[in-house]
């Protein structure tokens, strides 16, 4: 795919998304943080019905920490690996508190040192909570990237590199949020909407499904 395409494709998108954001519910770095945590093979749907419920009683690194793990679990026993998630988000709050003074870090390195970080949810924290332009590749971009011929790449590492070099500057700090709820709504894994697709003009892929 060239410069041109790409640049139709994200100047579309960012026209009927001018202002895309993560459908997760949060009001501050750290909500976002303990979120996104939370998200790991689970829908925005489910961890916001989840957080909505624990935010209220307890929002801050300290106030989860003095939940504990069991008593954290209650809150999130409807998300999928809550038994995990809520030890790493206990351990996650310490370490915040001990190292980082109940500040989430606004670098890289620090963020993926947290129990429950890696380099996905570190690249949603740095680009929604910080405005850095970088691209988290969950499973709708990696299939949404591969698909149209945006940035191929056999891994989601190898996917967010391209994205990162052949996206537009201009486009870079949004294209996660455009590419995931595309992919999310339109440019779907077993059945693409591509009657509906506002950039098939543009999509290289091969096996464009219109029925």
């Keep these: 795919m060239n410069r041109d395409k790409r640049t139709a494709i994200y100047s579309v998108l960012r026209e009927r998304m001018p202002e895309p954001t993560t459908e997760l519910t949060y009001r501050n770095p750290f909500e976002l943080l303990i979120a996104v945590i939370l998200s790991a093979q689970a829908t925005d749907v489910s961890v916001n019905k989840a957080t909505d419920k624990l935010y209220p009683v307890a929002s801050t690194p300290e106030a989860i920490l003095a939940l504990g793990v069991n008593g954290l679990k209650p809150y999130i026993k409807t998300i999928g690996l809550y038994n995990s998630k809520a030890a790493n988000i206990i351990k996650t709050c310490r370490l915040l508190i001990e190292d980082h003074n109940s500040e989430v870090p606004r670098t890289r390195d620090a963020l ?100």
């Design 112 to 211: 993926e040192a947290l129990p429950g970080v890696g380099r996905k949810t570190a690249n949603v924290i740095l680009n929604t909570a910080f405005g850095e332009p970088t691209i988290a590749v969950d499973t709708h971009i990696f299939r949404v990237s591969n698909r149209t011929g945006l940035a191929k790449g056999k891994t989601p590492l190898e996917v967010e590199k391209r994205l990162v070099k052949l996206t537009p500057e201009e486009f870079r700090k949004d294209a996660h949020h455009w590419l995931i709820l595309h992919g999310r709504y339109c440019c779907k894994a077993r059945k693409p909407l591509c009657g509906e697709c506002p950039v098939i003009e543009w999509c290289e892929y091969n096996k464009k499904v219109f029925a």
